[in-house]
Antibody
Framework: QVQLQESGPGLVKPSQTLSLTCTVS????????????WSWIRQPAGKGLEWIGR????????????NYNPSLKSRVTISIDMSKNQFSLNLSSMTAADSAIYYC??????????????WGQGTLVTVSS | QSALTQEASMSGTVGQKVTLSCTGN????????VGWHQQISHGAPKTVML??SLPSGIPDRFSGSKSGTTASLTISGLQPEDEADYYC???????????FGGGTRLTVL
C-alpha cells in the first residue's frame, strides 16, 4: 500500500518561501515497474482543489521533467530526492492568499492516461506575520 | 472559475441511484481519462474512480463512464457513508495543467 506524508512548517511569514516535503512509503518513488507524476495540490479553506505542479519519474532515470500551474509558475519549484524517496515543493513570495491545506498526490498510468490514485493526509499552511 | 464543471450540490436517499457529472471540453475530458475523488468532512481526498476502473477497496456500487466531453460518476445504492464532496480531475493539454472540477457536495437524506 503506497502512502504519502507531507511535512513542513504550519506557519509562514508574508514574502517568505514555503518549503514542504512529501515522503513516499510502500513503493520506490522511482519504481522500475512504472512511470509516475508526483504532484502538489492545495485547497484554501472552504474552497476547491487547485493543482500546483508535478514532477515525473520513470525507472531510475535522472531525467525528471516538471510542469507547473501557469498561474503559479513564476513562484514554484518542485524537486525530487530519490535517495530519500521524497519530493519537495518550494513556493516563494507567500501571501495570505496562499494559506491552504497542501496535499501531495501520485499520478499513475491507467490505460494510457495518468490519474491521481494516492493522496497524502495534507498539511495546513497559514501565512501570517 | 474551474476548467471542469460539476453540479454544486446533489442529494439522494439511502438506496437510491445518483449520477454526478463533470463537463469539460476536447482539450481535457475529450482527450483524457477522468479521476473522481471523494472528500469526507474536509478530510484528505480519496480516489474512488480511475477512469472507468475501481481502485482496490472501493465498493462496486461506484461506477464511472465518459461520453464525449462529459464524465459521470454513478453511485448505485447510496449509503450514508457516501455523503461527501466529490471532485473530478484530468489533464488539460491546452493549459498544460491538471484541472479539477469545482466539486459536488452530495448529501444523503
Amino acid at each position: 500500500q503506497v502512502q504519502l506524508q507531507e511535512s513542513g512548517p504550519g506557519l509562514v511569514k508574508p514574502s517568505q518561501t514555503l518549503s514542504l516535503t512529501c515522503t513516499v512509503s510502500g513503493d520506490s518513488i522511482s519504481s522500475n515497474s512504472g512511470s509516475y507524476y508526483w504532484s502538489w495540490i492545495r485547497q484554501p479553506a472552504g474552497k476547491g482543489l487547485e493543482w500546483i505542479g508535478r514532477i515525473y519519474t520513470s525507472g531510475g532515470t535522472n531525467n525528471n521533467p516538471t510542469n507547473y500551474n501557469p498561474s503559479l509558475k513564476s513562484r514554484v519549484t518542485i524537486s525530487i530526492d530519490m535517495s530519500k524517496n521524497q519530493f519537495s515543493l518550494n513556493l516563494s513570495s507567500m501571501t495570505a492568499a496562499d494559506s491552504a491545506i497542501y496535499y501531495c498526490a501520485r499520478g499513475a498510468r491507467f490505460n494510457g492516461n495518468y490519474i491521481f490514485d494516492y493522496w497524502g493526509q495534507g498539511t495546513l499552511v497559514t501565512v501570517s506575520s | 472559475q474551474s476548467a471542469l464543471t460539476q453540479e454544486a450540490s446533489m442529494s439522494g436517499t439511502v438506496g437510491q441511484k445518483v449520477t454526478l457529472s463533470c463537463t469539460g471540453n476536447t482539450n481535457n475530458i475529450g482527450s483524457y481519462a477522468v479521476g473522481w475523488h471523494q472528500q469526507i468532512s474536509h478530510g484528505a481526498p480519496k480516489t474512488v474512480m480511475l477512469g472507468n476502473s475501481l481502485p482496490s477497496g472501493i465498493p462496486d456500487r461506484f461506477s464511472g463512464s465518459k461520453s464525449g466531453t462529459t464524465a459521470s460518476l454513478t453511485i448505485s445504492g447510496l449509503q450514508p457513508e457516501d455523503e461527501a464532496d466529490y471532485y473530478c480531475s484530468t489533464w488539460d493539454y491546452s493549459l498544460s495543467a491538471w484541472v479539477f472540477g469545482g466539486g459536488t457536495r452530495l448529501t444523503v437524506l
